[in-house]
């Protein structure tokens, strides 16, 4: 399983970092985990084309998380140079329908991909919900930030790798990403801002010392939340702490 992040950044336009998107692969199974503004440019820039993409699971419906939703799917229509053939599936809380009925008010039959290319799995928030995204198991529950915000765990060959996306302190997070060797958590806060809805360092320390996964990888920075101070994560936390950079690639 690899893991390439393509944006460590947030809804706050920088050169330095791309709005979030994430890409795991496995046995040429291509899944994007949000597809934020400049998510697809940055696909581009791993060498993989737009239509080798498998699937795509949504964590929330925030623009800085879905925004590349509307030329992904504009892209679908396309048939000189580009064809996409091959269907694939969009994971997301069931109340995606409402923001997909919005796209297509606001942009008619362009964002509405060719019939039997997009396929739907609606996940309910309230409970822990397991399925399987091509060659991963996949489990998620719902986190402390949007009404229909996800997070997910994903398992491939014994390897497990955690995805907060948009959340703030969550018990169920924690139960999730218990034991995983990898949690990707977001870092939207400098050490003492916290307001429930995004985390902190002292939180992120909490969370990793309770769910003990094998490394932390930090993203979804801020500018003022880059500076982390990871010696009060340290106090908590023994396991390798990685800071997330654009185009930055891990094998699991």
């Given at each position: ?77 396309y048939n000189l140079g ?84 948009d959340t703030g302190f ?83």
């Amino acid at each position: 399983m690899r893991l390439t992040v393509l944006g460590s950044g947030t809804g706050w336009i920088t050169l330095k970092r791309s709005s979030p998107g994430y890409l795991v692969s496995a046995d040429n199974f291509h899944l994007l985990l949000d597809i934020g503004p400049g998510t697809l440019r940055q696909i581009l820039k791993t060498g993989l084309r737009i239509d080798e993409i498998s699937a795509l699971f949504i964590t929330h419906f925030h623009p800085d998380h879905v925004s590349d939703l509307i030329p992904f799917f504009f892209a679908t229509r396309y048939n000189l140079g580009y064809t996409r053939t091959e269907p694939f599936t969009l994971y997301g809380h069931q109340s995606f329908t409402n923001l997909y009925e919005g796209l297509k008010q606001a942009f008619g039959h362009w964002v509405c991909p060719p019939e039997g290319l997009l396929n739907l799995y609606l996940i309910e928030k309230e409970s822990v919900t397991d399925f399987e995204i091509g060659p991963f198991q996949a489990r998620s529950v719902g986190v402390k930030h949007n009404p229909e915000s996800l997070a997910i765990r994903l398992e491939f060959s014994g390897k497990s790798l955690i995805y907060s996306g948009d959340t703030g302190f969550s018990e169920e997070l924690i139960e999730l990403a218990k034991g995983g060797d990898l949690l990707i958590l977001e870092c939207a806060n400098p050490l003492g801002a916290s307001k429930g809805f995004h985390l902190a360092p002292d939180e992120i320390a909490e969370i990793s010392s309770r769910a003990k996964p094998k490394k932390l990888l930090l993203s979804h920075f801020y500018p003022h939340s880059e500076d982390v101070p990871l010696e009060i994560i340290q106090k908590k936390f023994s396991g390798e702490i990685i800071l997330a950079r654009d185009l930055l690639t891990l094998e699991l």
